[in-house]
């Protein structure tokens, strides 16, 4: 029940006498009645409900068609989708507030479809008019026929798109409205408005005192119309994402609105804050409504202020420079007034290979990329890369090469991440050979061309300074202590991981490569295998 009720003050509810108020009095109970002042619709918010019902019954008659006869019909539809239209405000439509059901509308006013009634098994054309809700049966609907009868089916089935495309389908329906029309229009008559009923009340057009509040369904604004919720950084975006198993890209099209014409949702420069409802249409035609957090996720492209498509980067994937432009030794350099060599502030000459996020790659200059994407360039530019060539018994099975998540102000920072990653995989790697049976004996020995970081790890009185490394110093000393991982140091110039983080002369990269590969018979130990043989005494 009700907890207030607010009605106009017509004589029907203010009479001393009248029905209403003897209704009232028997079942209101503890409902609080109030008036609204005469003549006054603006104060009473049921009247501008049936305005908009009262607009909403003329749209769909006109647009489709709709015999005057059947308004009755028409104003029962429009408001049963009123009452399963989304409320904002509590984020469940009004019929699933009241009853606690999922509302479901299957067929849409006075569109064609196929009934099979009592007794005949041959299906007959009708135009469905909506739910009969006074017929105990389920998933009844009210039809007109042909003969201009209304009848109430259960088996109703809507008509495809191919089948309105049938020639002889086509001349059933034209049978059919020409020959309903004429019964409805035969047997209409006028009638007269009882007195004390206002004429605007009547679907007829005419007058009405909140016309000044006119709802129109034809009229579209234009985009300049729209404010800065409508239109924002989303809208023209182009995604990507999985659907079905395959991935699809599509593009947002608007901001998504209800019944009413009103966006769904509050915009917010913030993906997780934002609680809008996009249109997103794929290539392929189909078109869904998905969240923003959904969209800022799957996010490839985007349209600046000005119109503007524009890919978003992903990665930098390598760096080259051009020899004949780039500087070297003999030209990067200037001598100030003071006698000092400083190094030339430019980028000339040196480009980066980006990966889009649809997938794409292209060179770009390093002068345009740090103007654009200043972060990424730091993070590539200063970020450290990782490296790791693991053998067994002397072959090797597994290398590693990616650049560190994160910037770290020294090479002690670095190696020591390094470390700590070439520590789990071998962990990992003895881990797996013992569950394939094959045993192992002894531990497993890590070479790292920095000395600071070896005596970390392998000499126990020793301090950790900096305590950002606190988790890869622990983690690598207590694989120390455990026995099973022996950390020594070796020379740069001998270090077969250093073909995995940087770019080496011929040179060094053909011997480091040729101490991988080149194993014959009578081969003289390297480098490598005389500093385990020493770590092993």
């Given at each position: 029940m009700p907890e207030h009720l607010t009605t106009d003050a017509a004589s029907?509810?203010?009479?001393?006498?009248?029905?209403?108020?003897?209704?009232?009095?028997?079942?209101?109970?503890?409902?609080?009645?109030?008036y609204s002042a005469p003549y006054k619709q603006r104060s009473n918010l049921a009247e501008q409900g049936v305005k908009f019902l009262k607009k909403r019954v003329e749209y769909t008659m006109r647009t489709k068609g709709v015999h005057e006869r059947l308004w009755n019909y028409c104003l029962c539809y429009e408001a049963d989708i009123h009452n399963r239209i989304w409320n904002p405000k509590t984020g469940r439509t009004g019929w699933e507030s009241v009853f606690g059901n999922t509302p479901d509308l299957d067929f849409d006013f006075y569109s064609w479809v196929w009934i099979w009634e009592p007794g005949n098994k041959k299906a007959s054309l009708g135009r469905w008019l909506g739910v009969n809700h006074y017929c105990q049966?389920?998933?009844?609907?009210?039809?007109?026929?042909?003969?201009?009868?209304?009848?109430t089916c259960t088996t109703v089935q809507a008509l495809t798109k191919d089948d309105l495309a049938v020639p002889h389908y086509i001349t059933m329906m034209e049978h059919h409205a020409r020959n309903s029309h004429k019964v409805l229009t035969v047997k209409t008559y006028n009638l007269q408005y009882p007195e004390g009923i206002d004429e605007f009340r009547c679907l007829e057009k005419v007058a009405d005192p909140l016309d000044d509040l006119e709802f129109s369904v034809e009229e579209?604004?234009?985009?300049d119309k729209y404010d800065v919720d409508t239109y924002n950084r989303l809208v023209g975006a182009q995604i990507e994402l999985?659907?079905?198993?395959?991935?699809v890209k599509g593009r947002v099209k608007d901001r998504y609105r209800d019944a009413l014409g009103r966006t769904v949702g509050n915009f917010d420069s913030n993906p997780l804050l934002d609680t809008g409802q996009y249109v997103v249409e794929y290539y392929d035609g189909s078109t869904d409504v998905l969240a923003a957090n959904t969209i800022a996720e799957a996010i490839f492209s985007q349209v600046d202020d000005e119109g503007r498509d524009f890919l978003l980067?992903?990665?930098?994937?390598?760096?080259?420079?051009?020899?004949?432009?780039?500087?070297?030794?003999?030209?990067?350099w200037e001598v100030?007034?003071?006698g000092n060599k400083v190094l030339k502030p430019t980028t000339k000459g040196w480009k980066f290979r980006v990966r889009w996020k649809d997938g794409t790659h292209c060179w770009l200059p390093l002068k345009d990329l740090k103007e654009s994407n200043p972060l990424e360039v730091i993070s590539v530019t200063m970020r450290s890369h990782t490296g790791i060539l693991i053998k067994l018994n002397g072959a090797p099975i597994s290398w590693y090469s990616k650049r560190q998540n994160t910037v770290e102000s020294s090479t002690f920072g670095s190696e020591f991440i390094a470390l700590r990653i070439a520590a789990?995989?071998?962990?990992?790697?003895?881990?797996?050979?013992?569950?394939?049976?094959?045993?192992?004996e002894g531990p497993t020995f890590v070479f790292c061309d920095n000395q600071s970081v070896t005596n970390n790890v392998t000499v126990p009185t020793s301090l950790l300074s900096k305590k950002h490394n606190a988790i890869c110093y622990h983690k690598v000393r207590e694989c120390v202590a455990s026995g099973w991982l022996r950390v020594g140091w070796i020379e740069s110039k001998s270090n077969l991981a250093d073909l995995f983080t940087k770019v080496l002369p011929a040179v060094t990269r053909n011997s480091l490569v040729s101490k991988i590969l080149d194993r014959w018979v009578g081969y003289v130990k390297n480098e490598e295998e005389i500093a385990i043989d020493s770590l092993k005494l």
């Open positions: 029907s509810f203010i009479g001393r006498d009248s029905d209403w108020k003897s209704f009232f009095s028997r079942n209101g109970g503890n409902i609080k009645l109030d049966e389920a998933l009844s609907s009210f039809v007109l026929k042909e003969n201009g009868t209304i009848v579209v604004d234009e985009a999985s659907r079905g198993g395959e991935t980067l992903d990665e930098i994937v390598e760096h080259e420079k051009d020899p004949e432009e780039a500087l070297d030794d003999s030209n990067c100030k007034n003071n789990e995989k071998c962990q990992g790697l003895r881990y797996k050979l013992r569950m394939f049976g094959v045993p192992i």
